[in-house]
């Protein structure tokens, strides 16, 4: 089945700069990578996804990249903010969401 | 719409007991799904539901059970509790178009003593 791998594990940044998370995937079926946000104590919230038909995707200062060639995505987070702290886990399927494999998560600590 | 619904917020079983976690969404999504998080960890998929009626299991569905008899509910059944299933519990729904974001509860803590 699909592995997802996602690194790093932690990352802590300063507030006003860039933080970018990566993930591999093993199933080059795959075609569909949300990455969902989790405070501490909350729900997993979705912040931005991207399907295998396009190579980037923006909403403002959150980005993700694709490539399907060597099956890695990433986040990015430009002008970090405080509130932008958290969990943010990476994901991967194919067809539909019953095999969705998560990563293993990145605690994002942004510090003012 | 209140979306993703979870009961209880918490709970803490003795080994052997068993307890059913209550899912419910109001938005009309053909798609449910139980997730478990254990620390530091991602989701992993316990069991899935495509519609009343028809349940399967994910990726780890050993020690639990489901149904669906309604397209709003769909509850998780422990039925021997173990320590192992100690973790966090997430319920989430979408539609039935490929590829749909996922829509999350608030989650049940559970803690098997």
């Known amino acids: 089945g699909e592995n997802v791998e996602q690194h790093p594990s932690t990352l802590s940044v300063q507030e006003g700069d860039s933080a970018v998370i990566k993930c591999t995937y093993s199933?080059?079926?795959?075609?569909?990578f949300p990455w969902y946000k989790q405070e501490l104590g909350k729900r997993p919230q979705l912040i931005i996804d991207?399907?295998?038909?396009?190579g980037e995707k923006k909403d403002q200062r959150i980005a993700v990249t694709l490539n399907k060639t060597a099956k890695h995505f990433s986040l990015h987070i430009t002008e970090t903010q405080p509130e932008d702290s958290a969990v943010y886990f990476c994901?991967?399927?194919?067809?539909?969401?019953?095999?969705?494999?998560f990563g293993a998560g990145t605690r994002l600590t942004v510090k003012p | 719409n209140a979306g993703v619904t979870q009961t209880p917020k918490f709970r803490i079983l003795k080994i052997g007991q068993s307890m059913t976690l209550q899912c419910a969404q109001d938005?009309?999504?053909?798609?449910m799904y139980w997730y478990r998080q254990d620390p530091g960890m991602g989701l992993k998929l316990i069991y899935y539901?495509?519609?009343?009626?028809?349940?399967d299991k994910g990726e780890v569905p050993n020690g639990y059970n489901v149904s669906r008899s309604t397209t709003e509910d769909f509850p998780l059944r422990l039925e021997l509790a173990a320590p192992s299933q100690t973790s966090v519990y997430f319920c989430a729904s979408s539609y039935l178009q490929e590829n749909q974001p996922q829509h999350f509860g608030d989650g049940t803590r559970l803690s098997i003593l």
């Open positions: 994901a991967a399927s194919k067809y539909n969401n019953n095999d969705m494999r």
């Open positions: 938005m009309n999504h053909n798609y």
């Open positions: 539901s495509v519609g009343a009626g028809i349940t």
């Open positions: 199933d080059s079926a795959s075609n569909y």
């Open positions: 991207i399907r295998s038909n396009v």
